[in-house]
């Protein structure tokens, strides 16, 4: 019989994902675009501060990264995060692979670990007990890649990936405090706000 494995140490605050993402929002000032994850992580984007810039993922797990990518690619001059939740992340790990291949500068991608798929019952993911997400985005070829030690150190990578030239990704431990607020639930009106705030549609 195979000994048990010990959840990876990460050695890291446990923060939590509302008060994360608004410090995140207080720092853009050039219209950087920012893409959420499904249901908590996005429900927080929009509770931090709404913006034409913000894109909020509906329905689908593990496309953040992916419509992130195609944002930093299709405009390379602006910004781009992308905040996703460690069970969603673990339904698209391809997508790192991808990322580090291409490798889009202006690329940031936050991953908030909570250990659970918090959303539909808090069931644990494997990362709660086996896989260390930062450890993975590396050897993915994502070299810049940390887990931040606390608030502080998580605004200092923000900062730092402000003015990265290649692709970073940040791994936050996150408590399971349920969204703040929820997200208003038209497609439609997502996208054409989003690509409004990209420069790409007049508003409606």
Excluded: C
């Excluded at 908030?112 to 930062?134: H, K, S, W």
Aim: charged residues 20%; aromatic residues 6%.
């Amino acid at each position: 019989m195979n000994a048990p494995v010990n959840p990876p140490d990460r050695n890291t605050k446990v923060m939590n994902r509302f008060d994360l993402t608004s410090r995140l929002v207080a720092k853009l000032k050039n219209e950087e675009a920012v893409v959420g994850g499904i249901g908590n992580t996005n429900f927080d984007l929009w509770a931090a501060g709404h913006r034409p810039q913000n894109f909020y993922m509906l329905g689908s797990m593990g496309l953040a990264f992916p419509i992130a990518l195609g944002v930093a690619l299709a405009q390379p001059k602006r910004r781009v995060f992308a905040l996703e939740g460690d069970g969603s992340l673990l339904m698209q790990l391809g997508s790192l692979s991808t990322i580090a291949a291409l490798a889009p500068k202006n690329l940031t991608m936050v991953v908030m670990d909570n250990g659970i798929y918090q959303i539909t019952g808090a069931q644990p993911t494997p990362a709660a007990a086996l896989a260390d997400i930062v450890a993975i985005a590396v050897a993915s070829g994502i070299a810049d890649s940390a887990w931040a030690a606390d608030e502080e150190d998580f605004e200092r990578l923000i900062e730092q990936s402000l003015t990265a030239a290649a692709p970073a990704l940040i791994g936050v431990r996150i408590d399971d405090k349920p969204g703040t607020g929820t997200t208003r639930r038209d497609p439609v009106q997502i996208r054409e706000r989003f690509m409004h705030g990209m420069g790409v549609r007049q508003p409606l």
